[in-house]
């Protein structure tokens, strides 16, 4: 009988819950979408042509910013419609079966809109990063269960380094959407993050289908419409933040899957010194290959 009110309960809280992050998942994505103006995730916010005459030199400072921080609003705009219905079709289908599983997945929800759709900070650090990123696996693990793995080696010296906001989860979000093979359904992702004396080496890598070397080369040009634009908004704000040399590196090649990576400096003026975090969140995830 205890056991029968316990479980009542927990899924009274959790359905209460769904309906109170539901509420604020929309009253979030209005909110940010009228605030967006024109950069948000229903139209593209800056033609690809316009994209590239600013991405060439000389170009006032000034408006490179705008584009970068248009890129910025966009990237945050593109969670608000897909990913909320389908992490709460997620939490939905685990409430009859595991009421306190679901009232886990809404926390971990409400927590990861939050970091994402955050107004204010151009960088987090990368342990900040890390657990948004833990938070999007646990959601997508709610819906594809074991068919999708995450795997991590972080060496926590760098866990202090202060990246550009929303640099490393679209990245694994790109790993994940476009890395599970469509035949089997299944696929692995590893991120890495690597210590060396000047910088942070930081990788996400599938072994998924892969695509042609000049498609991604397109991608990263901004020629290819909304085509892995998480990417694309990735490496433009790191050319932004640490100079034209400093996008990103993707290797892949149809059938060999995809490795998208970066290098980002350790230390940066107006920045604290990069040290290993106490408690990280991931840490029991460490030593993946």
């Known amino acids: 009988m205890m056991n029968s009110v316990a479980a009542l309960g927990a899924l009274v809280l959790a359905l209460a819950l769904v ?12 909110t940010h979408r009228d605030d967006a103006g024109p950069a948000s995730a229903q139209e593209t916010v800056i033609s690809p042509e316009i994209r590239a005459e600013l991405s060439q030199e000389p ?3 000034s408006m490179r910013r705008q584009l970068v921080e248009a890129e910025l609003r966009s990237l945050r705009a593109q969670i608000s419609p897909h990913f ?10 685990t409430i009859p079966s595991d009421p306190m599983r679901a009232r886990e997945l809404v926390l971990d929800f409400a927590d990861f809109t939050r ?6 900070g151009d960088f987090s650090t990368l342990e900040e990063e890390l657990a948004a990123v833990e938070r999007y696996v646990l959601l997508e693990k709610a819906r594809f269960g074991d068919r ?7 060496a926590p010296e760098v866990l202090g380094v202060q990246i550009p906001f929303l640099a490393v989860q679209p990245l694994v979000e790109n790993a994940v959407r476009h890395g599970v093979d469509s035949e089997t359904g299944t696929g ?5 993050a690597a210590d060396t004396a000047t910088h942070a080496e930081i990788s996400v890598e599938d072994d998924g289908p892969g695509a042609e070397p000049a498609a991604m080369e397109q991608v990263l040009r901004g020629r290819a419409g909304n085509a892995h634009i998480g990417v694309r908004n990735v490496d ?3 050319r932004q933040a640490y100079g034209a040399d400093a996008g990103l590196v993707v290797q892949t090649a149809p059938g060999a899957g995809m490795k998208v990576s970066m290098r980002v400096p350790k230390f940066q003026p107006g920045q604290s010194p990069a040290g290993a975090a106490a408690d990280f969140p991931l840490e029991h995830t460490r030593g993946g290959s």
Not at 115 to 120: G, N, Q, T, V
Request: proline share 0%.
């Open 19 to 30: 309906a109170g992050v539901i509420l604020a998942a929309v009253l979030l994505y209005r």
């Open 59 to 61: 170009v006032e400072e």
């Open 84 to 93: 909320i219905y389908n992490s709460l079709n997620a939490i939905a289908a």
């Open 115 to 120: 970091y994402s759709l955050r107004a204010e």
């Open 148 to 154: 999708i793995q995450v795997k991590l080696r972080i």
């Open 188 to 192: 692995t992702v590893w991120l890495r």
């Open 236 to 238: 433009l704000r790191l």
